[in-house]
């Protein structure tokens, strides 16, 4: 039986693999990262169309670079699989400090899925982002209710799917169905480099409202770049 504190998570019966479906685009999973998707990142990471907005990955994106994100990423998944399985009795299901679904997949009719991209919870950690919040940095979530950890999103999808809706539905369903329960996130301040229209968008349609611009905020391939930073305050 699979494990009830994957919940909502389904588990692919043949693969044994946990998903999330997204909830408007049900063609569309999020599963963990797997050893096979490194010529993904590589093809996608280096697209034009993708790498001048974001900040970490490296240009150009090599295959060196994708075995190293694999060795981080795939034993981390591995840790929050294990955890929930060691809690697998539990009469409550236990908060967790990421997801293990993090890959954008579209499914084909035929039952196979291709690599589209990434979206990931984690805590904010740009000064940027927790500016005015009295926190100078957030190591591990502290759980405080009276004062939310801050949290912040990351995420790219391959330029041949943009526009269709597919990222803000990613974003909106992994937040409802598994960061607000199974995070226990409640607060998020996110940011993008000044200019990225369609990722402001994109929190604009979730609701965020836009907080601040704040200029030369981070050298990004050379250059110092403005950063925009919008905030929510994420209901229970
Ligand atoms: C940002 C990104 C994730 C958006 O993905 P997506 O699936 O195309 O997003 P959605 O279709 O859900 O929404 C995009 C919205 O932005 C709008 N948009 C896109 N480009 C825009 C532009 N240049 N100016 C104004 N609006 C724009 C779209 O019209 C859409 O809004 P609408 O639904 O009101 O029409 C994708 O473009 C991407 O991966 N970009 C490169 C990496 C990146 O920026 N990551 C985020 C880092 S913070």
Sequence with gaps: MANPQLHPLEVNPKTGEPFLRLLA?????????????GPFLVSILNDEHVYPWLISPPYPYLPEHAEWWLNQVIPETD??????????????????NGCPARVIREVKEDGTDIFLGEIN??????????????????ETPRRDPN???????GDYLASSHYGQGIMSDAFNTLLRQWGIPRMGVRRMVVSTLEGNKGSVRVFEKLGFKFRKTIDDTIEARGTMRGCACPGMDVGR
């Design 121 to 138: 919870l984690g805590l904010s950690h740009h000064w940027w982002e927790l500016e005015g919040s009295g926190k100078a940095s957030q």
């Design 147 to 153: 004062d939310p950890d801050i949290w912040m999103v």
């Design 25 to 37: 685009h049900k063609n569309i999973i999020l599963t963990p990262l797997r050893l096979s998707d």
């Design 79 to 96: 840790k929050l699989l294990a955890e929930l399985e060691d809690a697998r009795n539990d009469p409550t299901l236990k908060i967790v």
